[in-house]
């Protein structure tokens, strides 16, 4: 395995996620790429017919903060500067990362889930679930509070 990418949302499950990424990264001497989307808000807005103009200054300084807290989380993992590659995307997460994943030619995605359970998979959908089904990559999925 050449290449891993890891998918953090700084929730909860994230550390989780950076653990088994600093993992699998060292034992199999693997880059990672950690990525971050920031979602495109103002697409969600102009469907609903409203106009906000200042979407785009929350989304610019959306942005800069993930660039900012995925750099710091860089720097706690054991890799090395050269052994991480952090990037933050803009707009659908699911088309975001799974584009990513083969514009990079990873081997792996592994990212957090959240466990709503059923209910909520079938109400609301799963991310997690539509980026597994749809990721020419096999998909780590790391369970939000396990430990």
Do not use: W
């Not at 034992?27 to 200042?54: C, M």
């Not at 952090?86 to 975001?96: A, D, I, M, S, T």
């Not at 799974?98 to 109400?123: A, D, F, N, S, Y």
């Amino acid at each position: 395995m050449k290449t891993i990418v890891a998918a953090i949302d700084f929730s909860d499950a994230s550390g989780l996620v950076l653990r088994q990424a600093e993992e699998l990264v060292g034992a199999l001497e693997a880059r990672l790429i950690l990525v971050h989307v920031v979602q495109d808000f103002a697409n969600f807005y102009d469907i609903y017919g409203y106009s906000i103009p200042e979407v785009q200054g929350y989304e610019e300084e959306a942005r800069r903060r993930a660039e900012a807290s995925l750099g710091e989380k860089a720097k706690t993992l054991a890799l090395g500067e050269e052994g991480v590659e952090c990037r933050v995307l803009e707009g659908n997460v699911v088309k975001e990362l799974v584009g990513l994943v083969e514009e990079e030619g990873g081997e792996m995605l592994i990212l957090g889930t959240h466990g709503h359970g059923v209910i909520g998979r079938v109400l609301l959908g799963s991310t997690a679930e539509r980026i597994a089904r749809q990721c020419p990559a096999p998909v780590l999925l790391v369970p939000a509070g396990r430990g």
